[in-house]
C-alpha cells in the first residue's frame, strides 16, 4: 500500500505542512468539475475524516502524509471516477495505517466505499509465517475484490503509481522489491485491463529504479537521438498534414515516442545496439470514425511504402484487453522505419486508460458499452478460479499466467472467434469453450488435420474438439496447459475425483475392518437417528469434522480402519448391538498371515485411490498385499516384492490384504527384460511378436552401452492377466533373434 511513512510525531502539523495539504485538496476539488455538488461534499467529508486520521504523520519526504491519499485520488479524478472511488482513495491507508475500523467507515461513508477500502487493505501480517505467503493472500484479497469491483484496481494501480514516482524517497534497500513487484505484477495487471498510460509509466518507473546506471544512460542516449532525427519527424509530419488536407479526410496528428523500457526490452531480447533500434518514433493519427480509420491508411500507403508483413488490424480484431487501433509501419525518408497508428477518439480513450474508459466516457459517447466490458471476461475468470483453489499461492499462480495477454486468434468450427494466451493448447482451447469440454477433450483436429491434444495453438487455426463421455482429465496435461483457467480445472477435477475414490475405498475397508470384529453389515451404520450418537463419538475419537471426511482418511492411509472398527465395536456395544464370534473367528482364520487388516477385492475400476507399486507391476494372478501409505492411498504389491517385504518389517500395521476380483475391467501395466542377438529389424520383430499377442506396448526403453552382440530391450506393456502375460512372452520367445525373456522386477 502507500505506507511509506515516518513514525507519527506527537505534535500537530506545522502551518507549512497544513497549507500544502490545502493546497494539494484545492487542486483536487478543481478537477471535480464533473461531479455534482452533494458528491463533491462527500469526498470533502472524507478528505477530512482521513486528514484527522493521518494527523502527524509524514512521508519519506518529510510531506504530510495526507499529501499521498490527495495524489491517489487526483488520479481517480482523472479517470473521472464516482464520488464513492475518490472517497475510497482518500480514506484507502485508513484501515491498514490509522487503526480505523471497517464498522467505523460503514457508519460514516456507507457499505459501498468501506468495501472499496476493505479490498485495498492487506492482510495482518500476524496471521503468516512468512512474507509470500502474506503476499500471496493480500493479492488474493484484492483481485477478488476486483473481480467484484473494478474500481479496487483503478485506486490500487492510482496508489501504486503515486509511490513509485516518490520512490526516490524511500530507503534504497526498499527500491528493488518494490520495483520488481510493480514490475511482474502492476504492471501486467494495468495492461490487462487496457490501462496502457498507466502501463508505460509504471514500467518506466520500475525500470529507473531496478537499473539507475542503464535508465540514465538510454536516456541520455534518446535525447542525443531525438536531436539528430528532429529534421527527419518534421519532414515526415509536413507530408503527411499535407496529404490528409489533399485528401479531404480531417485527422489530429500526434508524434509519440517508444518508451524506455520498451527499447530497453528490444535490445535486451534481440541483442541489439541502441543504433540498431529503427522505430524510436511513431505517429498516432485519430480520425473522425471506424470508415475513416482505413481511408487514412489507404492515404498514408500512396505516400509512403508499407513495410510487408507490418500491417496489424486490431479493429476488427481488437486485443484481449479490449485496444482497437490499425498499425501499419511505412518506410519514410532516408530509409527510416515509421509505426503509425489509426484510431477514433472512442478508440482512444480507451487505448490509454483501459477498464476506466467506462467512467471517461460514460456521459459522452453513447456506444462506449465495449469499453465497460473490457477485462470483466478476465475479472469473472478470476472468481471461477477461486471457486476450484483455496490455496492463495496455487491461485496466485493460476492468475499470473493469465497476466500477459500476447495473443493467438483461433477459430471454432462455426467461425466463432476466440483470443487465446500465446503458447496456448488444444487443451486451454477445450476449457476456453466449456469446462466440459475440456474434461471430456480426448482428440482434435486443426484444419481438419488429427493433431495430438498439447499441440499450440497458431493464428487462424480451425479447431475441432473430439470428446468422450468416459473421457476424464489426464494429470498429464497440468505439465503443457498454459492457461490459468485450464490449470485451475483440472487441478480442481482431479482432486474432486481423489477424494470421491477415496472416500468410496475408505468405506469398503472400514466395512471390511468391522467383518473381522463380528459386524456382519453390507454396509457401515447409517448416520441415522438411532446411530448418530455413535458417529458423533467416533468423529471426537478420530478428530474429523464429517463422516465422509473420516472415510476419505482411512482410504488415503491417514486413519487405521482396524482401529476404527474397534472404536465403533465398542459403541456399538454400549447401544446393545453385540459382535457375532462365529463371524469374527471365521473371518480371522481366513485372514492372510503377513497382515493386520481385512481384505479388500480389486478389479481395476478403483482409480486413482490406489496405484499399483511401479518396482514390481502386479497383475491379476500374483499374489498381492496392500500397503497404506500415510495419505498416499493404497498401493499394491507383488508378495515377494522386495521394497514391500521391507516396508513390512517396518511398518507391519498398515499393510491390509487385498485379492484380485475374478473379472477384472481393464488392463494392468508390467515389465519385460528382452535380451536380443544385435541385427537389423530386430526391434520390429519384437514389437510385432507382442502386437500378435494383442499386449499393448506402453514403453520401450534400450540400453545406452555401445551395440554389442546381445543387447537388452526392456517393454512396459498391458496385459489382462499372468495367462495373457505368459501368451505374450511364449509369442516374443519364439522370434528369431530373441535369446532370453523374462518379467522385469525391481530388486528394491
Not at 80 to 103: F, N, S, W, Y
Request: aromatic content about 6%; overall charge neutral.
Amino acid at each position: 500500500m502507500g505506507a511509506m511513512l515516518l513514525p507519527a510525531v506527537p505534535n500537530k502539523a506545522t502551518p507549512a505542512a497544513a497549507n500544502a495539504a490545502a493546497a494539494s485538496f484545492a487542486a483536487l476539488t478543481a478537477k471535480l468539475n464533473y461531479m455534482g455538488a452533494a458528491d463533491v461534499e462527500s469526498v470533502r467529508q472524507a478528505y477530512r475524516f482521513a486528514d484527522e486520521a493521518h494527523l502527524g504523520q509524514l512521508r519519506n519526504s518529510g510531506e504530510p502524509y495526507i499529501t499521498h491519499p490527495i495524489a491517489v485520488a487526483l488520479q481517480c479524478a482523472h479517470w473521472k471516477l464516482d464520488a464513492q472511488a475518490l472517497m475510497a482513495a482518500l480514506l484507502h491507508d485508513a484501515i491498514e495505517d490509522c487503526g480505523v475500523t471497517k464498522p467505523e467507515l460503514i457508519e460514516r461513508f456507507g457499505a459501498p466505499v468501506a468495501d472499496l477500502v476493505d479490498g485495498l487493505t492487506k492482510l495482518e501480517k500476524l496471521e503468516f509465517n512468512t512474507r509470500e505467503e502474506n503476499q500471496a493472500e493480500s493479492f488474493r484479497k484484492m483481485l477478488l475484490a476486483m473481480a467484484r469491483d473494478v474500481r479496487v484496481i483503478l485506486i490500487k494501480l492510482a496508489d501504486r503509481t503515486h509511490n513509485m514516482r516518490t520512490l526516490g524517497d524511500v530507503p534504497r534497500s526498499k527500491w528493488t522489491r518494490i520495483s520488481r513487484e510493480t514490475l511482474d505484477i502492476y504492471a501486467p495487471i494495468a495492461h490487462r485491463l487496457g490501462l496502457n498510460a498507466t502501463y508505460r509509466e509504471l514500467q518506466d518507473l520500475s525500470f529507473q529504479h531496478l537499473h539507475p546506471w542503464r535508465y540514465a544512460t538510454l536516456s541520455k542516449a534518446i535525447n542525443r537521438a531525438r536531436g539528430r532525427r528532429r529534421d527527419v519527424i518534421k519532414r515526415v509530419q509536413a507530408e503527411v498534414e499535407s496529404a490528409f488536407v489533399n485528401a479531404n479526410v480531417p485527422v489530429q496528428i500526434y508524434g509519440r515516442e517508444k518508451t524506455l523500457y520498451s527499447i530497453y526490452q528490444k535490445m535486451d531480447e534481440k541483442h541489439l545496439t541502441f543504433a540498431q533500434v529503427t522505430d524510436l518514433y511513431g505517429f498516432r493519427i485519430i480520425v473522425r470514425d471506424l470508415t475513416a480509420c482505413y481511408t487514412a491508411m489507404g492515404v498514408l500507403h500512396q505516400l509512403y511504402k508499407p513495410l510487408p508483413g507490418k500491417f496489424k488490424d486490431y479493429i476488427a480484431i481488437p486485443k484481449i484487453n479490449g485496444y482497437q487501433s490499425l498499425h501499419t509501419t511505412l518506410v519514410g525518408p532516408f530509409g527510416t522505419n515509421i509505426e503509425f497508428q489509426m484510431r477514433t477518439d472512442a478508440m482512444h480513450v480507451v487505448a490509454e486508460s483501459g477498464v476506466a474508459a467506462h467512467w471517461l466516457y460514460k456521459a459522452t459517447e453513447p456506444g462506449s458499452d465495449a469499453s465497460e466490458r473490457l477485462g470483466t471476461q478476465w475479472l469473472q475468470s478470476l472468481l471461477d478460479i477461486q471457486q476450484e483453489t483455496r490455496d492463495a499461492a496455487e491461485f496466485w499462480d493460476h492468475v499470473k499466467i493469465d497476466l500477459f495477454p500476447d495473443a493467438v486468434y483461433v477459430f471454432t468450427p462455426k467461425s466463432q472467434i476466440l483470443a487465446m494466451p500465446r503458447g496456448a493448447t488444444i487443451v486451454d482451447f477445450a476449457y476456453a469453450i466449456h469446462s466440459d469440454i475440456g474434461h471430456r477433450a480426448v482428440a482434435a483436429k486443426v484444419n481438419g488435420e488429427q493433431v495430438p491434444l498439447r499441440s499450440e495453438l497458431h493464428n487462424g487455426d480451425v479447431i475441432e474438439i473430439i470428446t468422450a463421455s468416459v473421457s476424464s482429465p489426464n494429470p498429464g496435461w497440468l505439465g503443457f496447459v498454459r492457461t490459468g483457467k485450464a490449470r485451475s480445472k483440472i487441478r480442481h477435477h482431479l482432486k474432486t475425483m481423489a477424494l470421491t475414490e477415496s472416500q468410496e475405498l475408505g468405506e469398503k475397508m472400514l466395512a471390511q475392518a468391522l467383518r473381522a470384529e463380528g459386524i456382519d453389515r453390507e454396509r457401515l451404520p447409517e448416520d441415522d437417528d438411532a446411530h448418530r450418537a455413535t458417529w458423533e463419538k467416533i468423529l471426537r475419537f478420530t478428530g474429523n469434522r464429517t463422516r465422509e471426511d473420516l472415510m476419505t482418511d482411512i482410504g488415503l492411509g491417514k486413519r487405521i480402519a482396524t482401529i476404527v472398527a474397534k472404536r465403533i465395536v465398542t459403541l456399538l456395544a454400549e447401544t446393545g448391538e453385540k459382535p457375532d464370534a462365529l463371524l469374527m473367528s471365521r473371518e480371522r482364520y481366513v485372514a492372510h498371515d503377513s497382515v493386520s487388516q481385512g481384505g479388500l477385492v480389486i478389479d481395476g475400476s478403483e482409480g486413482a485411490s490406489i496405484q499399483f507399486a511401479p518396482c514390481c507391476r502386479p497383475i491379476p494372478g500374483d499374489a498381492i498385499v496392500g500397503y497404506l501409505g500415510r495419505g498416499e492411498g493404497l498401493v499394491v504389491h507383488t508378495e515377494d516384492c522386495a521394497v514391500a517385504k521391507r516396508l513390512q518389517h517396518r511398518d507391519s500395521e498398515r499393510f491390509i490384504a487385498v485379492d484380485w476380483s475374478d473379472e477384472p475391467v481393464r488392463t494392468f501395466e508390467t515389465n519385460l527384460l528382452v535380451t536380443v542377438a544385435n541385427g537389423k529389424g530386430v526391434l520390429a520383430r519384437v514389437a510385432a511378436a507382442l502386437a500378435n499377442a494383442e499386449a499393448d506396448i506402453t514403453h520401450v526403453d534400450m540400453a545406452h552401452e555401445p551395440s554389442h552382440d546381445a543387447t537388452d530391450l526392456r517393454f512396459g506393456i498391458a496385459v489382462r492377466d499372468r495367462i495373457h502375460l505368459a501368451s505374450a512372452m511364449r509369442s516374443v520367445k519364439r522370434t528369431s533373434s530373441v535369446l532370453r525373456v523374462q518379467r522385469a522386477k525391481s530388486t528394491g
